[in-house]
Nanobody
Framework: QVQLVESGGGLVQAGGSLRLSCSAS?????MGWFRQAPGKEREFVAS?????YYADSVKGRFTISRDNAKNTVYLEMNNLKPEDTAVYYC??????????????????WGQGTQVTVSS
């Protein structure tokens, strides 16, 4: 069982930046980020494997990167908006299977970190 530990969430004003980190206890095929706002379903944000993918809502503002030597993935979030407020979850796939966009296709999950953007 791979353990994922996130860090870096917090409170920021609109237009500000935050950087999330997620460290895995072992190597995985791909790692990504999802988020869930109150009363909403968990939604895809970004993933990094053979290629990188982004949700349309974050393209041009968020950047995902990976340090394979450290089994760590980062999410650099710039120009944050109040609608980015959510609990952000790190996720990882053990092998190359399924879709990058669907939560049920990921094998491992972190505990989540809160990101709050004030207007």
């Amino acid at each position: 069982q791979v353990q994922l530990v996130e860090s870096g969430g917090g409170l920021v004003q609109a237009g500000g930046s935050l950087r999330l980190s997620c460290s895995a206890s072992a190597r995985t095929f791909s790692m990504g980020w999802f988020r869930q706002a109150p009363g909403k379903e968990r939604e895809f944000v970004a993933s990094s494997g053979v290629r990188t993918y982004y949700a349309d809502s974050v393209k041009g503002r968020f950047t995902i990167s990976r340090d394979n030597a450290k089994n760590t993935v980062y999410l650099e979030m710039n120009n944050l908006k109040p609608e980015d407020t959510a609990v952000y979850y790190c996720a990882a796939k053990a092998i190359n299977s399924g879709s990058v966009y669907y939560a049920h296709d990921y094998d491992y999950w972190g505990q989540g970190t809160q990101v709050t953007v004030s207007s």
